[in-house]
Nanobody, 126 residues
């Protein structure tokens, strides 16, 4: 069983920055990928970014590309989401997720992920 704990959400102004963290505990992660999703009020949960644990390869949603950066600290079993140039439309609950057997395909689908964090609120004011 993998436990994911997020932190770092909060309030930011448009154009500002926030960094989210997600620390994982449990089995080793050689075949894992860690991702971030977000869910705005009244909307579906959407893919944001993913990083393959062993290689560090990444993918991003078009809406956040060039503004957000996903990274990892392997010894700490922690993944980060650096969010720059924030926009009001980035307001959402952000969820960390882990995929046990990441193939590089379908990374944008919720069903690919086996474990989820509790979510952290990000609010961007205009």
């Amino acid at each position: 069983q993998v436990l994911l704990v997020e932190s770092g959400g909060g309030l930011a102004q448009a154009g500002g920055s926030l960094r989210l963290s997600c620390t994982a505990s449990g089995p080793t992660f050689s075949t894992y990928a860690m991702g971030w999703f977000r869910q705005a009020p009244g909307k579906e949960r959407d893919f944001v970014a993913v990083i393959r644990w062993i290689s560090g390869s990444t993918h991003y949603a078009d809406s956040v590309k060039d503004r957000f950066t996903i990274s990892k600290d392997t010894p700490k079993n922690t993944v980060y989401l650096q969010m720059n140039s924030l926009k009001p439309e980035d307001t959402a609950v952000y969820y960390c997720a882990a995929d046990r057997n990441y193939s590089g395909d379908n990374y944008g689908r919720e069903t690919e992920y086996d474990y989820w964090g509790q979510g952290t609120q990000v609010t961007v004011s205009s």
